[in-house]
């Protein structure tokens, strides 16, 4: 009998443990964690400048309580905190929308209602804070136009380029073109914005992240060093008088399947000094070229070029 409790005890603490260790994370957010993500300052088309909407984003892969979490504004006179006794769990990269009533955005469910949500159209500093009142999250500025969006019907929404970037960088933000939208207001009009969804702009591959090196040697095998950021496509091509020598490197897939880091992925690749069908390259001077792809659209986003001189015919 005794066995049988202890056999208990051991299976239920561990599972008690698996219920709230997620949530517990809470109470440990960084800076960062949970972003504001879309700003509707200027409210909706169908619904006029009272019915606003903010979008929060989890940056983090666990699933986050916002139990007692506020936001305050400070636009001309002091901070006041226009959101508070938030609740619910903002889901792990998963989103959080506070709506001014459900019908603000009339075909999706707030997960949290904020009735004296009213932000100053001429702009205001946004700040995030956790339960314990640690600040999680920071956007704009005081006395500061809002970085985007616009207020003309039929009212475009401000949206963050990079959830994992700054709030408070102007350039981190853009303006909703109403090319990719979702949800529809009081009117049933839609709404020039992306509520709880994936903004209509993401950001692109990051120039600091994206290097090559090449580790020339008197005899072959050359080595190529390079980083490009996770989930990115790299090629890496050999030219020599601007005719395609030899391919290193396909757009290579494999980093695609890589969970998206803030760091860049490093590799290497070498060059036998050999052509495509194997004969040994003239001496002469050579290049090879970076191209790396945007995961999402495959667009080319950056090249990189570096110089390879070839001195010597090599009988290896
Ligand atoms: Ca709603
Ligand atoms: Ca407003
Ligand atoms: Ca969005």
New binding site residues.
Partial sequence: MRKKKKLLAVLFIPSIMLVFLPLNRAYGTERGDVVINEIA???TAGGG??D?WIELFNNTGYPVCLDNWSIEDESYGSANQFITGISGIIPAKGYFLIEKDDDCIRNIPADFISPIM????KGEKLTLKNGNKRVIDVVGRIRKPWYAGV?KKPCYSMERTDPACSGRARDNWHTNKGAVINGIDKKEKSINGTPGAKNSRVPGIKKELVSMRILNSMIPPLVIDYSVPSGAFASIRIYGRDKLVRTLLNEESGMADREPAKEGVQGSCVWDERDSYGGMVEPGEYRALLEVFAKDSGKKEFLFSEPIKIKYISFK
């Fill in positions: 300052w200027m409210g400048g009272g606003e009213d932000l100053n159209d207020k």
